[in-house]
Each structure stands twice: as structure tokens, then as C-alpha cells.
């Protein structure tokens, strides 16, 4: 027997449920949602529950067991639907399972639940034989059907919406309570027509994304019905698409009066275009035959009007049952008109306008016709509370991700396989001194030239390490530990102490002070007041300086002799004659840290939180270099340093610095340059090396940023870092007894030539020898040879040609490298190798520290195992700046625990 | 035989139920009342409801027999299908069991639309059609109503229509955002990114995958000559929106971003415009 609702229906052949739009979804919708944990419902389900009154009771995981958190209570998870209906009880089930479950999941509602009267469908790729099964069940247990590949449904008067995320994350600014009824193929203009309306005073009732299918599950006919047996909706808007017969059907049962229906409609038909496609573009159902394409179903609807397209010329030609449109744009012109003609009037006052308004314009002094020419609009709230907000903001907006193997700091260059830092190659960076790779390293810009005194004095500042440290170092070093193992172990002291925690806090209170007043140049004086103004509002002033530290007014002192010290330093010294913070040291070291950095943040080049923990890196990096250095409290160098009096010495380069403290004296020009090269090409090899690694895995498990530097360092080692000794061991036997005098003297390329003759000579015999005996892991010669660049008559590592090139344009020579390329030579000559091997980039590192090392070895104040430890050194000091670099980027792009191997990646051996 | 031509009483139109599928009688039913030869109905009703079982397990949206002739073979008569149309659902694999060759269906895939192709997932749309090989716009469209709306607006400016909506996830909309660079940026003036105020889709996630996409397209390619337009509404869209922007001011690329309170018609409007007056200009240059 027919229920009261059926006898209605106007499609005799199937079951229609909702007898008018009040009932698609009420405040006593009671939900069940299937995959409520996946990646869509998580984030729209909680929006839906709050906005609707938590009507959402359960949802089913499969497999498990949980709690969804929503604004308005958790809701319970459940891993099959059976345990939800020992529980609970629904009306409604929502589907967001993949295509291939959903049939299942379809059958799973109506097997469990005799109670359920709807189901909606948001998964989109539902295959067409699978939703005719899902119809025919659904019609067999009288359950309405919508979707699938939609955004549900949703009624403005009653506050609910149900199924998928109409109106977005704030439903309320789009579902105004009003008179008009939508029904839309595309689930993005159900809510944009709903937007366009309010400009005209319209609201909605009920808002219905069909989805557009190839099956439309609750269609045309179906709408209209229950459209005209709701007393809230006087009109309806529809948004129409090529394909399918369900308008037609709809009209010819109003037409022969089998669907009584004598509201007025506004519909909207488009994709003409889509007539010459053979195939879907956009919606899957949009794809016509030759009588359902987007002109028959004008053709349609202008027969039912009579009256031709609405023109918004001519805004009366509409008729009492209304008018179709040529564009979503004229739909709220068009309804008012039709409101007009039927003697209804809107719901409300009009607010907006459709008219162009842009929020953002840029046009970079391009010239446009005048027509062209737009001024900013001020966007409704909240968004313009938003746009104020980020025109506000500093530094870049990153997306969390899983960063093993990955890198937003370095890469290879796989044409050159060489190593780039924020997409600068390293053998670029050998112009660069030290210090600037370093505030490189962490803000992808080279800071001003003019400020480098400044700069130095802080790093130079920061460099000293506390009394733990120092003494840790030196415990190790007696304890036979290798470079890498000291510095790894007195930075376990650095930790991540108050004095850290001051300078971050003073760091974010200065990025917030300059993202307030939007100043995006440092060299604009005008807004000076009002940041020395938000200085003195944000921080306390009261300390008189203390006398027995000189370091901050020595800082300000040289900050007010650059030429230009920039708003910001400028105001931050005005403030500070006023009175000292606390630790006021670190408060000057965050304000030049931050001018330093300032244009890289400004253009979203670094994240914020690197900007923050920038006093942090710079302490470590620093401190590194003096406890490289046995005994540095000996060192006249480091005493002088310590006493952090001396502004001459305090701004010294602090790869002057670094060179002296490794060397034991003062570079010259051509030394100096020689460290700098080795420095800048040992920062990085990429996001793959065991260095790189070490310092990603230890971020990765949410470690301080002394800790990450830590996983660096333990991660090198002999094999890593420390390979340059074995060449600087070949050379030296090479060499010995005939040591240079001068190591850059290259006048005498026979006398290079011939030796390595010699050498190359003898380690053939050596290599024959050695297979005669059987022995296949024969000692190699150290730093020649390349698994990339191998295999043609004469090879070439290109890092390695080209800082030879670089240095020797500079007016750079170095007998051991001479000696390097005469000797691959040799080899090929005398037949020791088949082709002509390459000098690679880890012999660069060796003949440039061996010739640095020469004098003092020579001399006798350097012993053979300090040069093993100084070649070692200097990888650890360039590529301790490189990996500052990769610590920022993982600790603000990456996520806890991404460097975990999973799994099916690992292997038992046996 | 063109079934629209024959006279209303030549046709028969026949409903049967979608689980049990298309049976012998249903067959008989129609023969009879279209007054057909009594020796081709046991012949048809014997053969023709195949057709469901190969409509209905090989993934079939639409299949068309036309026409059928029947062939006297010892004595018996067989329907013979003289002509076969089909098409295959896009979203049931059931088709591949047939193992067609691939040039069946690679008649009408440019290179471009393949590319992307490959990128198909069940998560977020990648459909792409090429409207015009010498187009000066180039669209990222999101949204069906907004793919059908821009496009008729575009008309042969439009190198490709496309919809990208249904909330694609960041890698997906950067790789696709790459292939659409590499094929179709350096013709075109004009960069359009247009879509109506999104339920669901992350308005910031998405804007990073083509933005991004767009900086290091430039960074091989170098920067290239075009003016962004943007109309967009949705989750995240001024945190979307100020990413692109500081991504064009890097770049130094004009642009002009319109929010979700202007219709998107105009929006695409404004991008034809633009596109003339861009036109003009380089032109006046050359």
C-alpha cells in the first residue's frame, strides 16, 4: 500500500521519500557517516555537526575505533556500522568512501538500518553500474537517494546541513535564511548562487548540490515537487548542464499537470561549448547526445517560459513562471525581476554587489587601457580583517610534509651534480666571505656588505663557548675522541639554555613590532615614532648598563657608525640610551640578526620560526670554531676575544677569525681566499649525504637545534669529512724529499710532470703486484676517480674545473693540484688506468688545506695528526653552516618522525 | 538507419529492471507489439540479452547495436551486429577485461591531455581538453559549473579548458600545474585562475601547487611575459591568495586578484579584455 507521501509523487514508476524541501533535512536529522576519518569528512564533518546542532551521532571507521573532535562535542567513531546500531540510532547515512566501496557501503546502511530514509553521496567516480545497483536497492527500501559526486544538502531556515561542505568552513555567511530554493549540478555554484542572490536581497531555503553524474539521483522532478509543497519557497534557482533528460522530464509533467508546480524559476543553462567535446570535461554527466546538449535544454526551458533568455537590458521580458539566464551573474538580477512580475518582494535589504572588485593588484608599472584600470576594494569581513593580517605577516608560509630525503635548502644539479644551496651552487659561494655564507645558509640572501662589521662582532661575540664546553672538548680530545666526537659532545652542553630562550623571545617580539607596522623596507625612516613607540610598548627598559659588560655598547656604538643602519637598528638604538632590557646583549644581537635577515622575511624567502631561532643558530655555528681548538684559552687570539672589549678585533672577518684559529696565524689575501673556497664548497653535497641525514633525523624526532647539529657530527666520521687525510698522506710520501718550499711555486711543470711519472710508475707495480697475489681491495690513490663522471678518454669533475679555473683567474697556484692533474695523466700514460681519471672535488679540499698547513708543519708547529684533525676541521666548519641550513628547513617544513624508514623498506639479513 | 527518423509507432521503448538486467521477454514484448516476423523473434530473443550481460560486466555507459541484419546459417537464423557504437565508463575498470588495443582509445589524446591523464586519482579532477592549439589564455578552472561557464566565455582564446576541482591534494596540483606550464604558458598573455567560492577545496593548497609550480617553471625557463588573473572564493583564500602574491611579486609578474564577492564572469570577462589589450600592446611593440 502507498504511503501518504507516494500517493504525491509524481514519478509513478519510483519512489520519492521527501514530500517538500522543509523535510530533505530537519533539525531532528539524526546522521551516521561512513569513512569519517578520511581526509575530506575529517575537516568538513566537524564544520557540519556544530553548524547543524550536533546532529551527527556516529561514524564508522573500518577497523577502528576512535573519537572525531568537533566545536560541538566529540563525535563517536566505530570500526563497522553494526557496533553504531547497538548504540545508536539514524536517520540519514552520509558516504565518504572511495568509488569501489561505496556500493558496499550502500548496502551495508540499508542491511543494518530499517530506519533510514536518506543517503547522501559526496564520493565522486562512482562508476555508473554501481550507482544504478545503489538506486535499485535505495528504491526497493524507500530510501532517498542524492549524490553521489555532490555536497549535499543544507536548509538555511533551519540552520542544518548535512552530507558535504556547503557554504565551506563558515556556512553561515552564504546560507542567509530567504526564499529561494537552489538546485545545482555543480556543488561550487549551489553555494555561489547563493553568494550572488544576497546582492539582490534574496536568501535561501533549501540548497541542493545534485552533483552531475551520469545518474542523477534526486533530479529535476523530484526538486520541483517538493519545492512547490514547501510553504518557505516562493521561487527556484537551477543550474543546469549538458546531458541528460531529467529538465525535460520534469517540464513535460508539469506541462501534461502530472507535477503541479506553478513556482517561478530562474534557471541557468551553459556549456554550449561542450558540444563539440567527445568526451567528459568538467562533470562526468555533461557529456551530451544530440538532443540533450546545452541548446536543446535552452531550447527547453525558453518554451516553458515563453519568453526569450533574460536580458539584463531589458530586465522586465521575464514571465510568471520565470526566465532562463544566460550566466550564473544574472541570476539575482533576473529572480528580482521575476519576483517583480509575480508581485513577491526579497527577503532582505541587498548587500553587495557582483561588479569587479579586486583585492590584490599588482601591475608592476605596466600601462592598461583606462578601462583596464582597477583600484583595491576592501573585501567584506571577515576577509579583509584577513588580508590586513597578512599584509602584516613575515616570512614564508610553508606546508607541513614529510621531508626524508627532501630537501627546501639544498639540492644536486643532476646535469653538473653540483651542490646547491637555496639554488645558488657552492662554487658561486666561494666569492662570498665565510660569515655571509653563513647568514646565507640561513636566510637564502647574502646580507648587506655595510653591515658585515656588525655581523662579525656578533659572531665573533657568540663564538665563545662557555666554561662546560670548553672543558668537555677537552676532556674528549684527552680521551683520543676525533674531531667530529669533540665538537658532538660540548655542544651537548650548548643545550637550549634561558639565555637562548630571551634572544627567540626578543626575536618574535621584533618580527611582530615590524609585521605590525608593515614596513617592508628598512631604509624608509617614516614610520621611525611609532616602531620606537610599539619598542618601548612591547619591551621594558629600566636597566642602567652594566659596567662589567662593555659588549652591547660597543655593539651600539659600531651599529652608529654604518652609513646606513636602517630604521630598525636606528630606533633600537635611540631606545636603548634610554635604558637596557635584560640581557640586552641578546636583544642587540636579535635586532641586527633581524635587519640581516629582514628582506628574506619580508619576501617570504624564510620562515618565521628560522628567524626566531636565528640567535640560535648563529651561537652554534659560532661556537663550533673554538672548540675546534685545543686549548683555545691560550691562544692570545681567543683571550683578546673573550674579553669582548676590543671593537678592532670583536669585528674582525670571522673568516680572518676562523683561518687564524685553525692555522695559528694571520692568513694572507691568497690564503685567505683558498679557505673561504674550501669553506663554501664543503657546505652541502645535497640532502642525501650521511651529514645532511644525521641533522634531518634528529629534527625529526623533535630535538633541540644543538642536538640536530649533534646528529650531523656523529654522522661524519673518518670515511665522511675525514677522507682528505688519506690524500694529504699520499702527498706528503709523494713529496717527501723533495718538499716544496713555496707550495703556490708552479714554474717548474717538468719537474711536476716527472714525478708523477715516478709515482705513477710505482703504483703500477704496486697494483700488478697486488693481483698477481690475489688481492682485489688494493689500496686506491686517494681523491681520483669519480662513479659519476668516468668512462670517456680524458675525465673531468666539474666542480672540481671549475673552482680550478676560479682560484687560478684569481691568481691562485698550488703545486699538489698541479701534481693531482699531472699525475692522472701519468697514470693513463704509463698504462695504469684505462682512460684519464678525474681530480675530484674531495682532492680540492686536501691540496688546498696542505698548502695552507704547509709553513706550519715545515716549521714544526704542526704535527702530522693536527693536519689530519685541521682537513677534517675545515669540512666540519663549512659544512656545520650548510647544515643550519637543512635544520631550518626541516624543523619548519617537515613533520615529527617523516625520517622513520617504513617498514616494507627494511630488511632481515641472515 | 537513424532511429530519430522512423515514425513514433516503429519504436519501442522498454524499461526492465537494473539487477535482473535485460531478459528474452523483454525482447519478445517489444518484437511483438512492433509486429516483427515471428521467425526473428526466437532468433532475437535468443541473442540480444548478451548484449546486457556485455553492457553490464565490460564497464558499458552506452552501446548501440545498428543495425542488425540476421544471417541464414543451416538453416537458422543469426542476428549479425553490422555496426557497434560503445562508450566506456571513465570510473569502472570492468572495460580493461576486453584488453582493447590502445589505439582504440588513443585517437583523440593529444600528448598534453595524456600527461595529465597520468595523474588521474579518485582524489580531486584533472579533466583537461584542449579548445585551441594557438590560444593566448590559459585557465586552472575549478569546479564543473565554473569549467562550463569560463570556457564559453573564453571561446577560441582558451588554450585548454580543464577542472581541477574536488579539493586536489598539493602534489597532485603542482605536477599538474608543471605540465599545463611546460605546454601552454609561453604562448599565452594571459594566467587564469577562476573558480566560485569553493565548499571544500584548500584554496592555500591548491594556489601553492601552482604557484609554486609557476616559480620554478620560471627558474628553468626563465620568467615568463604573462598577466595573472585570479577569481576565487573558498576555505584558506587569503592565505592563498597572499602566497601567489608574494610568488608574482618575486617573480615581478603583474596580476590582478578578484575575491569571491565578484562574479566570476566578469572575472573571465576582464581576462578576454585584458588579453586584447595585452595583444594590442605587443603589437604597438613589434
Known amino acids: ?910 | 538507419m537513424d532511429i530519430e527518423e522512423l515514425p513514433a509507432d516503429q519504436i519501442v521503448e522498454s524499461t526492465f529492471d537494473p539487477i535482473t538486467g535485460l531478459k528474452a521477454y523483454h525482447i519478445i514484448d517489444a518484437l511483438t507489439r512492433l509486429n516483427a516476423p515471428g521467425e526473428i523473434i526466437s532468433p532475437l530473443a535468443r541473442y540480444l540479452p548478451k548484449l546486457w550481460e556485455l553492457y553490464n560486466d565490460y564497464g558499458f555507459i552506452m552501446l548501440e547495436i545498428n543495425p542488425i541484419r540476421m544471417e541464414n546459417r543451416n538453416g537458422r537464423l543469426v542476428p549479425v551486429a553490422c555496426d557497434f557504437k560503445a562508450q566506456f565508463d571513465q570510473d569502472n575498470p570492468q572495460w580493461k577485461r576486453l584488453h582493447l588495443p590502445v589505439e582504440v582509445f588513443q585517437t583523440d589524446l593529444t600528448p598534453f591531455e595524456e600527461e595529465i591523464n597520468q595523474l588521474r586519482t579518485y582524489q580531486g579532477q584533472s579533466d583537461v581538453v584542449i579548445i585551441n592549439p594557438e590560444g593566448t589564455v590559459t585557465s586552472f578552472m575549478f569546479g564543473g559549473g565554473a569549467n562550463s561557464a569560463s570556457t564559453e566565455i573564453l571561446g577560441d582564446k582558451a588554450t585548454i579548458s580543464t577542472d581541477f576541482g574536488g579539493n586536489p591534494p598539493y602534489e597532485k596540483m603542482y605536477s599538474i600545474a608543471r605540465i599545463v606550464y611546460r605546454y601552454w604558458l609561453q604562448q599565452s598573455r594571459v594566467l587564469l585562475i577562476i573558480g566560485g567560492k569553493a565548499n571544500n577545496t584548500d584554496i592555500f593548497v591548491t594556489f601553492k601547487g601552482m604557484f609554486d609550480a609557476l616559480r620554478d617553471h620560471a627558474a628553468h625557463n626563465g620568467r615568463p611575459d604573462i598577466y595573472v588573473i585570479v577569481g576565487r572564493g573558498g576555505p584558506n583564500l587569503i592565505k592563498g591568495m597572499a602566497y601567489a602574491r608574494d610568488v608574482l611579486d618575486r617573480l615581478e609578474l603583474p596580476y590582478t586578484f578578484f575575491g569571491y564577492d565578484t562574479s566570476i564572469v566578469d572575472v573571465v570577462q576582464y581576462a578576454v579584455d585584458m588579453d586584447n589589450a595585452l595583444a594590442g600592446q605587443k603589437e604597438g611593440r613589434s
Open chain 1, 1 to 910: 500500500m502507498k504511503t501518504l507521501m507516494e500517493q504525491y509523487n509524481p514519478l509513478t514508476c519510483c519512489h520519492v521519500g521527501i514530500r517538500s524541501l522543509e523535510e530533505v533535512v530537519t533539525r531532528d536529522t539524526r546522521v551516521c557517516i561512513m569513512n569519517i576519518l578520511g581526509n575530506e569528512s575529517r575537516k568538513v564533518s566537524p564544520v557540519s555537526h556544530a553548524y547543524s546542532g550536533g546532529n551527527i551521532v556516529a561514524g564508522v571507521q573500518y577497523g577502528r575505533s576512535a573519537v572525531l573532535p568537533t566545536p560541538a562535542g566529540d563525535i563517536p567513531v566505530y570500526s563497522r556500522l553494526a557496533d553504531v546500531m547497538d548504540v545508536h540510532t539514524f536517520d540519514t547515512g552520509v558516504i565518504y568512501l572511495p568509488p569501489e566501496a561505496v556500493y558496499n557501503g550502500v548496502t551495508e546502511l540499508c542491511h543494518y538500518n530499517k530506519q533510514l530514509k536518506k543517503i547522501i553521496i559526496i564520493t565522486e567516480k562512482v562508476s555508473v553500474k554501481d550507482q544504478r545497483l545503489i538506486r535499485a536497492i535505495c528504491q526497493a527500501n524507500h530510501i532517498d537517494l542524492f549524490g553521489a559526486n555532490c555536497l549535499g544538502v543544507a536548509d538555511a531556515w533551519q540552520h542544518v546541513r548535512v552530507g558535504g561542505a556547503l557554504g565551506g568552513d563558515h556556512p553561515e555567511e552564504t546560507l542567509k535564511k530567504g526564499s529561494v530554493a537552489i538546485h545545482s549540478n555543480s556543488g561550487n555554484f549551489s553555494t555561489t548562487i547563493a553568494e550572488y542572490l544576497k546582492t539582490q536581497g534574496f536568501g535561501v531555503t533549501t540548497v541542493i548540490s545534485s552533483g552531475k553524474d551520469v545518474i542523477i539521483q534526486f533530479a529535476v522532478a523530484e526538486f520541483l515537487f517538493a519545492a512547490q509543497n514547501d510553504p518557505r519557497t516562493k521561487a527556484v534557482a537551477l543550474y543546469v548542464e549538458p546531458g541528460g533528460y531529467y529538465e525535460k522530464q520534469a517540464l513535460d509533467l508539469i506541462e501534461n499537470g502530472a507535477l503541479p508546480f506553478d513556482k517561478p524559476m530562474v534557471v541557468c543553462v551553459t556549456g554550449r561549448w561542450k558540444s563539440n567535446l567527445s568526451r567528459a570535461c568538467g562533470h562526468a554527466g555533461a557529456l551530451a547526445g544530440s538532443g540533450d546538449d546545452a541548446a536543446s535544454k535552452e531550447a527547453w526551458f525558453d518554451a516553458y517560459f515563453g519568453v526569450p533568455a533574460f536580458d539584463p537590458e531589458q530586465p522586465r521580458r521575464v514571465s510568471k513562471r520565470g526566465v532562463r539566464v544566460a550566466s550564473i551573474q544574472h541570476i539575482p538580477l533576473a529572480m528580482k525581476a521575476v519576483y517583480e512580475v509575480t508581485g513577491m518582494s526579497c527577503d532582505f535589504e541587498p548587500s553587495g554587489s557582483l561588479g569587479l572588485k579586486p583585492w590584490f593588484i599588482n601591475n608592476f608599472g605596466r600601462t592598461l587601457p583606462l578601462s583596464l584600470r582597477l583600484d583595491v576594494h576592501t573585501a567584506p569581513e571577515p576577509y579583509a580583517a584577513r588580508i590586513e593580517e597578512v599584509n602584516r605577516a613575515l616570512g614564508a608560509t610553508l606546508i607541513r610534509q614529510n621531508m626524508r630525503n627532501a630537501s627546501g635548502a639544498s639540492h644536486i644539479d643532476t646535469s653538473t651534480y653540483v651542490a646547491a644551496l637555496h639554488n645558488v651552487p657552492v662554487v658561486d659561494l666561494a666569492d662570498f666571505s665565510y660569515e655571509e655564507n653563513i647568514f646565507f645558509s640561513l636566510s637564502a640572501r647574502h646580507p648587506e656588505k655595510e653591515l658585515l662589521p656588525v655581523l662579525n662582532m656578533c659572531l665573533n661575540y657568540l663564538s665563545i663557548p662557555g666554561n662546560a664546553a670548553l672543558q668537555t672538548a677537552r676532556s674528549a680530545r684527552r680521551a683520543g675522541a676525533t674531531p667530529n666526537q669533540v665538537l658532538a659532545g660540548a655542544l651537548a652542553c650548548v643545550g637550549d639554555n634561558r639565555e637562548r630562550h630571551v634572544a627567540r623571545r626578543y626575536m618574535s617580539g621584533l618580527i611582530d613590532i615590524m609585521g605590525a607596522l608593515a614596513l617592508r623596507d628598512l631604509h624608509h625612516y617614516d614610520k621611525a615614532a611609532g616602531l620606537k613607540k610599539a619598542l618601548r610598548e612591547t619591551f621594558t627598559f629600566t636597566q642602567a648598563p652594566a659596567a662589567s659588560d662593555a659588549f652591547p655598547s660597543l655593539l651600539m656604538k659600531a651599529i652608529r657608525s654604518l652609513p646606513e643602519p636602517g630604521v630598525l637598528l636606528k630606533c633600537v638604538t635611540d631606545v636603548l640610551e634610554e635604558g637596557y632590557p635584560e640581557h640586552a646583549e641578546w636583544f642587540l644581537i636579535a635586532a641586527v640578526a633581524l635587519h640581516a635577515v629582514y628582506p628574506s622575511l619580508a619576501l617570504k624567502q624564510m620562515a618565521r620560526q628560522t628567524a626566531e631561532d636565528l640567535p640560535g643558530y648563529l651561537s652554534v655555528v659560532a661556537q663550533t670554531l673554538w672548540l675546534s681548538v685545543p686549548q683555545p684559552e691560550e691562544r692570545p687570539l681567543f683571550k683578546a676575544l673573550s674579553a669582548r672589549e676590543d671593537t678592532a678585533i670583536l669585528s674582525r672577518s670571522f673568516t680572518e677569525i676562523a683561518y687564524e684559529a685553525l692555522f695559528n696565524h694571520a692568513p694572507d689575501a691568497i690564503g685567505l681566499r683558498e679557505f673561504n673556497a674550501l669553506l663554501a664548497l664543503t657546505l652541502t653535497n645535497g640532502p642525501g649525504t650521511l651529514s645532511a641525514k644525521g641533522a634531518k633525523e634528529s629534527v625529526s624526532a623533535r630535538n633541540h637545534i644543538s642536538t640536530a647539529f649533534m646528529g650531523f657530527l656523529t654522522n661524519t666520521g673518518l670515511s665522511h669529512g675525514g677522507s682528505g687525510y688519506e690524500a694529504v698522506q699520499y702527498l706528503l710520501e709523494s713529496f717527501k724529499g723533495r718538499e716544496p718550499e713555496d707550495p703556490a711555486d708552479i714554474s717548474r711543470p717538468g719537474a711536476i710532470r716527472e714525478l708523477a711519472r715516478e709515482r705513477a710508475l710505482a703504483f703500477k707495480e704496486y697494483k700488478e703486484a697486488e693481483k698477481v697475489r690475489g688481492a682485489t681491495r688494493y689500496k686506491r690513490i686517494p681523491c681520483i676517480n669519480h662513479p659519476v663522471f668516468k668512462g670517456k678518454r680524458v675525465n673531468t669533475d666539474p666542480r672540481e674545473a671549475y673552482i680550478r679555473k676560479h682560484l687560478r683567474e684569481a691568481g691562485v697556484t698550488n703545486v699538489f693540484w698541479e701534481f693531482y692533474h699531472a699525475l692522472v695523466e701519468a697514470l693513463y700514460d704509463v698504462g695504469a688506468t684505462s682512460n684519464v681519471y678525474c681530480v675530484n672535488i674531495d682532492a680540492v679540499i686536501a691540496v688546498i688545506s696542505l698548502k695552507l698547513m704547509w709553513k706550519p708543519w715545515r716549521e714544526g708547529r704542526m704535527k702530522e695528526q693536527d693536519m689530519q684533525d685541521i682537513g677534517f676541521l675545515v669540512f666540519l666548519l663549512g659544512r656545520t653552516a650548510g647544515i643550519a641550513a637543512e635544520i631550518a628547513d626541516h624543523r619548519s617544513r617537515g613533520q615529527d618522525m617523516d625520517c622513520r624508514t617504513p617498514l616494507k623498506e627494511t630488511r632481515y639479513v641472515v
